[in-house]
């Protein structure tokens, strides 16, 4: 069975940065593109940012392009994402799951990442 447990949120101020971690149970991290997801309140679960399975292809929302950098470390299945240049709009729970069809049974409960001065 598959386990994805999410780590790293907080509060910050506008401009600042967090790194938000994803560590994945059982055996199929390695062969599965992973992506970050997003969730506002009142708005709907968006993919912010994906990462194929050796890391050589990295895909972004066009809202967070140039600010957050995805990566992985198969050896220690875990899925980072560096989130730099913080504005109140990113503030969501976020989320890891494969792409680009997430499966339900591996929601985790989030990491809240509140940017606010």
């Known amino acids: 069975q598959v386990q994805l447990v999410e780590s790293g949120g907080g509060l910050v101020q506008p401009g600042g940065s967090l790194r938000l971690s994803c560590l994945a149970s059982?055996?199929?991290?390695?062969?599965?593109?992973m992506g970050w997801y997003r969730q506002a309140p009142g708005k709907q679960r968006e993919l912010v940012a994906s990462i194929t399975t050796s890391g050589g292809i990295t895909i972004y929302a066009d809202s967070v392009k140039g600010r957050f950098t995805i990566s992985r470390d198969n050896a220690k299945n875990t899925v980072y994402l560096q989130m730099n240049s913080l504005k109140p709009e990113d503030t969501a729970v976020y989320y890891c799951?494969?792409?680009?069809?997430?499966?339900?049974?591996?929601w985790g409960q989030g990491t809240q990442v509140t940017v606010s001065s």
């Open positions: 799951n494969v792409v680009r069809v997430p499966d339900p049974r591996y």
């Open positions: 059982g055996s199929i991290f390695s062969i599965r593109t």
